[in-house]
């Protein structure tokens, strides 16, 4: 597979969340909306997310289902690292894009 590069800044700030290990969707929804301020439809989200899957950056896998939860499954989903690797590579990148402009 070619390098790819975390270019968007949802991905950035998706994975930023993901670090910190292992999470379901609407838990990933509600951390973003903390973290960032900024709202996010579940149907972008998702997207968002399967195409990260798609690129390797992500692992997914389907949860237990409870009571609780009348039998549905939530879908948790997890860094891989290739995606630790791309998510570095931008933050270099970012790093020294807005350094240069922040230290010049």
């Known amino acids: 597979m ?27 929804r ?7 301020g ?13 195409r990260m899957e798609d690129k390797g950056w992500l692992k997914s896998r389907m949860g237990e289902s409870g009571p609780d939860r009348r039998g ?13 690797r791309s998510f570095d590579a931008a933050a270099v990148i970012q790093m020294s894009v807005f350094g240069g402009l922040i230290n010049g």
């Open 72 to 84: 549905r499954r939530r879908k948790y989903y997890r860094t891989t690292a290739s995606g630790k």
């Open 30 to 36: 509600k951390e973003y909306q903390k973290r960032f």
């Open 38 to 50: 900024k709202e996010l439809p579940l149907g972008s989200l998702y997207v968002t997310l399967d």
């Open 2 to 28: 070619a390098k790819q590069q975390m270019r968007s800044q949802r991905n950035t700030e998706l994975f930023a969340i993901l670090m910190n290990g292992e999470r379901y969707g609407l838990d990933i």
